[in-house]
């Protein structure tokens, strides 16, 4: 038996693991000025990231069609797969999960189970790395998505943004809201866990970096700590050695630089964890 798993591009999993691990990865869409481009393929994050500030109009996103998901179950079918595992970004965040779970629908080649990971970016990610290697080790498909399920209210998603504006720009805050936080110069923590996202407000740069750390160490023992950014390495790598003494023993944390679809409503300068509690 041979159990495969699909994502979409929002995982944020390094393409080395994405590669050694066999993760099919279907890509989103960003829309930037007029133009439509694959996530992550069309447009690197690194361009994404470099033009954001100027661009003429807020970027957008979409999501893939039914048929883009059907054709990687019947790939991964024609490639020997018995079944998918497919894992997608939060559906309170995005509708993606629908659009897979209707394409298993329309399935005939293998069995299906489409999972709503709860979760964005690496938290994503981590759930998607635990199903390809649980698969690996020659586990069924039920196994595989309870491998996934079981992890799931286990894995927490701390970020603090840089700024408030692009989540303006996006619609995530009013003009009148935006404008206020700018002025008492609050910037939002974000929280994410079992699909439900959450904001903290603080109110210097200091004190939100203080908090992701108070939050990652209140979860108690880790299994696994990541970090996440988005255009900012050199703080990314400045939050890592001011966690190491959280590091779970024996592990090596994984680093992402956040995809174009998420960065174009939290915006550049944005850090944050993506930690799995010991069950």
């Known amino acids: 038996m041979s159990i495969r798993v699909v994502t979409d591009s929002t995982c944020d999993l390094p393409e080395s693991l994405v590669d050694d691990r066999g993760i099919h990865v279907v890509p989103m869409y960003i829309h930037v000025d007029g133009r439509s481009y694959l996530d992550g393929v069309e447009l690197s994050r690194e361009a994404f990231y470099a033009g954001l500030p100027d661009y003429q109009q807020p970027p957008t996103t979409a999501v893939p069609a039914i048929d883009a998901f059907a054709r990687a179950y019947d790939r991964l079918a024609d490639e020997g797969a018995t079944g998918v595992v497919s894992i997608h970004i939060s559906e309170s965040l995005s509708n993606v999960v629908n659009i897979a779970r209707l394409a298993a629908e329309k399935t005939t080649a293998l069995p299906v189970e489409v999972i709503d990971s709860g979760q964005l970016t690496l938290g994503l990610g981590l759930e998607v790395l635990r199903a390809a290697e649980v698969a690996r080790a020659g586990a069924t ?13 286990r894995t927490y998603t701390f970020a603090a943004l840089n700024t408030v504006e692009f989540l303006r720009r996006s619609g995530r805050l009013t003009q009148f809201q935006s404008g206020l936080a700018t002025l008492l110069k609050i910037l ?10 959450e904001m903290e407000k603080v109110r210097t740069r200091e004190k939100a970096i203080r908090r992701l750390l108070e939050l990652v160490t209140e ?8 970090l996440v950014h988005t255009n900012a390495p050199d703080e990314a790598a400045r939050l890592h050695d001011r966690a190491r003494h959280l590091v779970p023993p024996h ?29």
């Open 251 to 279: 592990t090596v944390p994984i680093y992402a630089q956040v995809t174009s679809v998420i960065g174009a409503h939290i915006g550049p300068g944005a850090v944050g964890f993506v930690a799995v509690a010991q069950a």
């Open 219 to 226: 979860l108690g023992p880790l299994e696994q700590l990541a």
């Open 141 to 153: 498909l039920e196994e595989t998505a309870a491998a996934v399920r079981e992890l799931i209210p």
């Open 188 to 197: 939002p923590l974000l929280k994410m866990n079992k699909g439900v996202a």
